[in-house]
């Protein structure tokens, strides 16, 4: 398992990254310094992206435990889901999007939902920011 890469691993962020970039998705920011190190930011929209490995966070289609030490591994996995929950629920209650992708969508190309929904939102968020921003600058006069 010391072979599994945490970081730019080319099945999943960079695949990604590579999907943003032909979408035209732009605005993220990778490395950013927040709660849960999410793999991609969109921070002046507010909305994390988590892109979940299917061993790690044990996909229900995919997370097959290894036959020797299971307790071990049951364990781990266990552990990585509570982190999981206790984070999107901490950035959700700082006022986050919390958006999380299993490492299976994008293998199989079936991310094109994701993304659609994730441009949606983030032309959404862009368009009520701005908003706010001119409701400022229309009151502050």
Known sequence: MASVKSANNKSTELRFLSLLKKKGITGWRRNYSLTGRPDFVFPRLKI?????????????????????????????????????????????????TVIRIWEHEIKNDKINRKLSLMKKVIKKESQYRRGIKLTRRLFSR
Do not use: M, Q
């Open 48 to 96: 994390a992206v988590f892109i979940d490995g299917c061993f790690w966070h044990s996909c229900h289609k995919h997370c097959r435990l290894p036959a020797s030490n299971k307790d071990y591994w049951n364990s781990k996995i266990e552990k990585n889901k509570i982190r999981d929950k206790k984070t999107s629920k901490a950035l959700r209650g700082k006022g986050w």
